[in-house]
């Protein structure tokens, strides 16, 4: 009976819960799911990332290639993300070119990059005007249900924190750059940015970290990113329904306990892989 209500009148379904202080999964409005972290699982990366809330799964491979820097930035490297979403991870997703959603998550985590400054483009910089690095960031989705840009975020950081520039030098007499893999050593992570997303429901009611069915019948979104000072480095709001200040200032409070939560995650996981190392 159950699943035939949900099926046949699924936002009714979702309101006898909400009306309850209560979500279809258990869980309160306010609670995230389940998020765990696995640093440093595809050995052929620089650094990698795989991530779960819930069951939506994100892994962050990162791969550096060696470049000129631009005209206009002679002494700043790139960082260069790619949010994937293959049919595999949703039957909501076809093959061929990104979709929208896709490019709109590549384009978040890139905002994220810069507005946070995670790694300063300076860092990547070998020799002014002349070699730099670039840092492919590269961040496919395995299972989607809800969420992805928390979960991109968290992936991103944790490769980013996991990855290892090799040494290089410029020979004096070839002007040719030499890499010594041997020799690594990590990125500089200046600042620690994680996103927490909301959803609302029927204009009014505020839930945290929306599965995909929550996404699709919720009113508005809006995705808080906070670093490790509570500063704000993005607010995200892709249209729907206005938050009032107050609602706002609520989304912000709840990012910043959200933040300590996953650093002491991301710490925890990265001091056990480098202790089993």
């Not at 709109?104 to 790694?119: G, L, R, T, W, Y």
């Not at 492919?136 to 924190?161: E, H, Q, R, V």
């Not at 107050?246 to 202790?275: F, N």
Request: glycine share 6%; aromatic share 4%; charged share 25%.
């Amino acid at each position: 009976m159950a699943a035939g209500f949900k099926t046949a009148e699924p936002l009714e379904y979702h309101r006898s819960f909400l009306k309850e202080n209560c979500r279809p999964d258990g869980r309160e409005l306010v609670e995230f799911r389940t998020t765990t972290l696995n640093i440093g699982s595809i050995s052929t990366a620089e650094g990698s990332a795989l991530v779960k809330i819930g069951n939506t799964t994100v892994i962050c491979g990162i791969k550096m290639e060696l470049a000129n820097p631009s005209v206009e930035a002679p002494n700043k490297g790139y960082i260069v993300p790619n949010v994937d979403l293959p049919p595999l991870c949703s039957s909501g997703f076809r093959p061929g070119a990104p979709g929208e959603q896709a490019q709109a998550a590549s384009q978040f985590m890139a905002d994220i990059i810069e507005s946070s400054e995670v790694v300063k483009t300076e860092d990547l910089c070998i020799e002014r005007g002349k070699l730099c690095w670039v840092l492919y960031c590269d961040l496919m989705c395995l299972d989607y249900d809800g969420n992805l840009l928390d979960t991109c975020t968290i992936a991103l950081l944790a490769a980013l924190k996991n990855a290892q520039l090799p040494e290089v030098t410029v020979n004096a007499e070839t002007s040719l750059p030499e890499v010594d893999l041997k020799k690594r050593k990590p990125l500089q992570i200046h600042r620690h940015p994680v996103a927490s997303s909301f959803c609302v429901f029927d204009n009014s009611i505020l839930i945290v970290d929306p599965t995909g069915e929550e996404e699709r019948l919720s009113t508005a979104q809006l995705t808080v990113v906070t670093d490790e000072d509570g500063r704000l480095c993005s607010v995200h709001k892709p249209g729907g329904t206005s938050l009032s200040g107050e609602r706002l200032q609520e989304c912000i409070s709840r990012a910043q306990v959200r933040h300590r939560e996953i650093r002491k995650l991301i710490d925890k996981v990265a001091q056990s892989v480098t202790s089993g190392k």
